[in-house]
C-alpha cells in the first residue's frame, strides 16, 4: 500500500473503521506500512452507527443471493458484482 500510495505522490491513507474488532488489524498494518515508509501517515475514520454493520463479505453475499445492495455501494460496484457472478 505504501508503494501504490508513493508512485501517486500521496501523503496519506485514509481507512475507516467500524467497530473496536477493526482497530487491532488497523493498528498493526500502520505498524508496517510506517516501517515501509514512514514519510506516509494513516488516518482513521469511524463509521456511522447506521453503517457499521456493513462488510464488503456481506455486500457480496447477499448480492450473490439476489439481494438489493443499492444503499451500501455505488452502481459501478454493482456492476462489478454482476461481472464476477456471471464468472463463477
Known amino acids: 500500500m505504501t508503494d501504490f500510495a508513493k508512485s501517486n505522490e500521496a501523503t496519506c491513507i485514509i481507512r475507516g473503521l467500524r467497530a473496536v474488532s477493526d482497530f487491532e488489524y488497523e493498528f498493526q498494518m500502520t505498524g508496517m ?3 515501509l515508509n514512514p514519510q506516509i501517515e494513516t488516518i482513521f475514520l ?3 452507527d447506521q453503517k457499521s454493520f456493513i462488510s464488503s463479505n ?3 453475499e447477499v448480492h450473490k443471493l439476489g439481494g438489493d445492495v ?6 459501478n460496484t454493482i456492476k462489478v458484482l454482476d461481472e464476477k457472478n456471471t464468472r463463477s
Open 33 to 35: 506500512n510506517y516501517q
Open 46 to 48: 469511524m463509521t456511522s
Open 58 to 60: 456481506l455486500v457480496k
Open 70 to 75: 443499492s444503499s451500501f455501494v455505488t452502481n
